[in-house]
């Protein structure tokens, strides 16, 4: 980080009157127009609107240490607009974060000022945005923590466009904070008038918006966004207003200061075509520096936990439904870790979560039947340096996959629990079925994907989870199954068990969850009939054990995956991926739900999707009578 002035600075010391906070915003819009031109590509029109708003935040209400971006007193500003990244990074440039060799790097391979800004470059990044809707949401989980967790005096600031106000996380986004009476957060609104193809639904109707917002509770604030006193009276009004959100509904005119563009439609995402004579409409390049406000001295706290930590134990042979030693676990996690905290869709009492929430109560957040705003509440948690465990059924994560992709993006880490996964959740039907959870959670960038068989393997995996990187889910099962591992058994994450196991097995059986103990069953069944099978417990399906798989193939020649989830993408893929490095590929065969379920018992489903332990003992006998397997 450069924090040098440059030689030729005309500093403000206080941007003390109008005429001066015009001139900043004047210099956003040209550094935004200069490094649109430099990348040959990016959205300078879309950060033009928005620069009068960002120079007055920027120079009279924004507190931040540039140089301890996770000083507990920082305020957080969050771009959800992700495409104007040209004025966050003319801010950086303002602020002296960055100098202006850098801000010319723009998209450029290497550097730091990606095309849509990402905290895994950027320590003063918030949050990866870009697709629209997400900013806010987030914005909101950082407000939430901010004031419920750590107890700070930092706001956060939110900088939307008015095109994603179509979109419906926003307004999941905006119930929640107003629900919380989030005084704390302030959303600013660049209505512009323009997406990205021609006017926006409502173009430049400021009380439509305005009327939204304080329906769910908020303060709103309609604005001139060009009138930089206007706009700094209704800051001012934001961080006066107690008792709930507010949010500062601004008109402004796309491409804003340069004749031939402004309020112009059919130039989103395009550099200005004469960039120079643009600069010059613009009053040339300026090099004004803001002292931004420090933050307020501050301590980050956090609940401090026993440190000991305690796992819930479960003898052998014991019923129990892996969902409730899931509740248990993470009630035993809370108790020794006090940076842990729960939130939950709605469903803690099916996830079981509520057994956190009984626990630990300051720390259990209740995000009702909003999946995106949960996960977003999560990612934002993470930012403040909390560990969050988010459930609900693996079904309705689907739902928020959009911000699950976008938090491996962001490099955050957070736990998803997805309870109530396969056909073998019965009578409920196929609505509720998490039967493509594996398949879309595999895909997510680092991710790790867990999937337990009992409860004391549940148990260890929650409290493992917690010291990883990345996006962690795991999948848990409505019904009981039977405790087959003593308490002290340990499951690495990348590892297998090998439950079943001769020198003469005839082919290897991979399972994880609830067609385990099927798979267990059928290899008894086999092993009375004298065809000796091997049992692999796939728990961690990514990453997977590829070196026992690879001996079981070895082994054996042959192996069978069966699961409780769709054919794709799952155990079956995570199997075989396991072989695409060259090496010879053994004989494969699977067994998954290929149907649609209806409603039935769970003994039903099973048996009807050709995953019960009397299809796969059929299915073992083929292949070996077929002389696929050895």
């Known amino acids: 980080?450069?924090?040098?002035?440059?030689?030729?600075?005309?500093?403000?010391?206080?941007?003390?009157?109008?005429?001066?906070?015009?001139?900043?915003?004047?210099?956003?819009?040209?550094?935004?127009?200069?490094?649109?031109?430099?990348?040959?590509?990016?959205?300078?029109?879309?950060?033009?609107?928005?620069?009068?708003?960002?120079?007055?935040?920027?120079?009279?209400?924004?507190?931040?240490?540039?140089?301890?971006?996770?000083?507990?007193?920082?305020?957080?500003?969050?771009?959800?607009?992700?495409?104007?990244?040209?004025?966050?990074?003319?801010?950086?440039?303002?602020?002296?974060?960055?100098?202006?060799?850098?801000?010319?790097?723009?998209?450029?391979?290497?550097?730091?000022?990606?095309?849509?800004?990402?905290?895994?470059?950027?320590?003063?990044?918030?949050t990866a945005t870009g697709s629209l809707g997400q900013g806010l949401p987030i914005g909101v989980g950082i407000a939430l923590a901010g004031k419920r967790l750590d107890h700070s005096d930092s706001r956060v600031w939110v900088l939307c466009g008015d095109s994603e106000m179509a979109e419906g996380s926003i307004w999941e986004a905006a119930d929640a904070a107003g629900f919380e009476r989030l005084d704390n957060l302030t959303v600013i609104v660049d209505v512009n008038r323009l997406g990205q193809r021609g006017?926006?639904?409502?173009?430049?109707?400021?009380?439509?918006y305005a009327r939204r917002f304080r329906a769910f509770g908020w303060h709103a604030v309609e604005v001139d966004g060009h009138d930089v006193d206007a706009v700094d009276r209704a800051y001012d009004e934001a961080v006066s207003t107690t008792g709930q959100p507010t949010a500062i509904i601004a008109r402004t005119l796309k491409g804003k200061g340069v004749k031939g563009v402004e309020d112009h439609e059919g130039l989103h995402g395009k550099p200005l075509k004469d960039a120079d004579e643009a600069i010059e409409?613009?009053?040339?390049?300026?090099?004004?520096?803001?002292?931004?406000?420090?933050?307020?001295?501050?301590?980050?706290?956090?609940?401090?936990?026993?440190?000991?930590?305690?796992?819930?134990?479960?003898?052998?042979?014991?019923?129990?439904?892996?969902?409730?030693?899931?509740?248990?676990?993470?009630?035993?996690?809370?108790?020794?870790?006090?940076?842990?905290?729960?939130?939950?869709?709605?469903?803690?009492?099916?996830?079981?979560?509520?057994?956190?929430?009984?626990?630990?109560?300051?720390?259990?957040?209740?995000?009702?039947?909003?999946?995106?705003?949960?996960?977003?509440?999560?990612?934002?948690?993470?930012?403040?340096?909390?560990?969050?465990?988010?459930?609900?059924?693996?079904a309705f994560f689907t739902r928020a996959f959009d911000f699950v992709r976008m938090a491996a993006v962001s490099g955050a880490g957070i736990n998803l629990n997805g309870s109530h996964a396969g056909v073998s959740i019965g009578q409920d039907g196929p609505s509720q079925m998490g039967l493509e959870d594996?398949?879309?959670?595999?895909?997510v960038h680092d991710s790790t994907v867990l999937y337990p068989s009992d409860a004391n393997s549940t148990a260890k995996l929650v409290a493992a989870m917690a010291d990883l990187d990345g996006i962690r889910y795991l999948r848990t099962s409505r019904g009981e199954s039977p405790v087959i591992?003593?308490?002290?058994?340990?499951?690495?994450?990348?590892?297998?068990?090998?439950?079943?196991?001769?020198?003469?097995?005839?082919?290897?059986?991979?399972?994880?969850?609830?067609?385990?103990?099927?798979?267990?069953?059928?290899?008894?069944?086999?092993?009375?009939?004298?065809?000796?099978?091997?049992?692999?417990?796939?728990?961690?399906?990514?990453?997977?054990?590829?070196?026992?798989?690879?001996?079981?193939?070895?082994?054996?020649?042959?192996?069978?995956?069966?699961?409780?989830?769709?054919?794709?993408g799952g155990i079956g893929d995570a199997v075989l991926e396991a072989f695409l490095d060259g090496r010879p590929v053994p004989r494969l065969a699977r067994l998954a739900v290929r149907t649609m379920p209806g409603s039935a018992s769970p003994e039903e489903q099973l048996h009807a999707a050709g995953i019960d332990a009397e299809t796969i003992a059929a299915s073992a006998r083929l292949l070996v009578e077929e002389g696929v397997a050895p």
């Open 1 to 126: 980080m450069n924090r040098e002035e440059p030689v030729n600075s005309d500093a403000f010391e206080n941007f003390g009157n109008s005429d001066e906070l015009v001139e900043l915003g004047q210099q956003l819009r040209v550094d935004s127009v200069r490094a649109a031109a430099a990348a040959g590509s990016g959205h300078p029109t879309s950060s033009m609107s928005a620069a009068d708003l960002m120079a007055v935040l920027l120079a009279r209400y924004f507190r931040y240490d540039f140089d301890r971006p996770d000083h507990p007193g920082n305020d957080r500003f969050v771009l959800s607009k992700g495409h104007a990244s040209p004025l966050l990074y003319a801010a950086y440039k303002a602020a002296g974060a960055i100098d202006d060799e850098e801000l010319l790097t723009f998209r450029k391979l290497g550097s730091r000022l990606e095309g849509h800004p990402t905290p895994q470059r950027l320590p003063w990044v918030e």
């Open 199 to 208: 006017p926006t639904r409502y173009g430049h109707d400021l009380d439509v």
């Open 281 to 394: 409409e613009l009053g040339g390049v300026r090099d004004l520096r803001v002292q931004v406000q420090e933050p307020p001295s501050a301590r980050s706290l956090r609940a401090v936990g026993d440190g000991s930590l305690e796992l819930p134990r479960w003898d052998e042979g014991e019923k129990v439904a892996t969902r409730d030693a899931y509740g248990q676990a993470l009630a035993a996690l809370g108790a020794a870790r006090g940076d842990v905290v729960a939130l939950d869709g709605e469903v803690g009492d099916s996830t079981r979560s509520e057994f956190f929430g009984k626990e630990h109560p300051e720390r259990y957040f209740e995000c009702y039947i909003a999946e995106q705003q949960m996960v977003a509440t999560a990612v934002g948690f993470a930012r403040l340096g909390w560990t969050p465990y988010a459930s609900t059924f693996a």
């Open 438 to 443: 594996l398949a879309t959670m595999r895909t």
């Open 485 to 568: 591992y003593g308490p002290d058994e340990e499951f690495p994450v990348g590892g297998s068990k090998v439950l079943r196991s001769s020198d003469g097995d005839r082919l290897t059986i991979v399972a994880a969850g609830v067609t385990l103990h099927e798979a267990l069953a059928a290899a008894d069944a086999l092993g009375r009939e004298g065809v000796p099978v091997r049992v692999i417990d796939l728990y961690s399906v990514k990453p997977v054990d590829q070196a026992t798989l690879r001996e079981a193939a070895e082994d054996t020649g042959c192996l069978l995956t069966v699961e409780d989830h769709r054919e794709e």
